[in-house]
Nanobody, 118 residues
Framework: VQLVEFGGGLVQPGGSLRLSCAASGFTFSRYPMSWYRQAPGKERELVARITSAGGSTYYADSVKGRFTISRDNAKNTVYLQMNSLKPEDTGVYYC????????????WGQGTQVTVSS
């Protein structure tokens, strides 16, 4: 099982970035997927989550209305579109597969750095 994130970088406040997470080694379409982030000196936090078929999503209050999670099950990829970025969105963003409910644990990607700064 592997998760590989792409798309991080440096962006000015108010700008946009689109993160991608390419999944392999499991049946992607069967499982919900999530994006987390970790800012310097802070704990990792859930940003957004999407159900297996993409019909339902969850967002942290801090990103609601600015970020959109989506997935393409034909491409085994989950996305995070981030608009109206703020300096407090800075951090390492991780893709996550959580299968603890069926005893298979949690898999993390390697993370991608997002820096929002002028």
């Amino acid at each position: 099982v592997q998760l590989v994130e792409f798309g991080g970088g440096l962006v000015q406040p108010g700008g946009s970035l689109r993160l991608s997470c390419a999944a392999s080694g499991f049946t992607f379409s069967r499982y919900p997927m999530s994006w987390y982030r970790q800012a310097p000196g802070k704990e990792r936090e859930l940003v957004a989550r999407i159900t297996s078929a993409g019909g339902s999503t969850y967002y942290a209050d801090s990103v609601k209305g600015r970020f959109t999670i989506s997935r393409d099950n034909a491409k085994n990829t989950v996305y995070l579109q981030m608009n109206s970025l703020k300096p407090e969105d800075t951090g390492v963003y991780y893709c996550c597969l959580d299968r603890r409910d069926i005893g298979l644990g949690v898999v993390w990607g390697q993370g991608t750095q997002v820096t929002v700064s002028s």
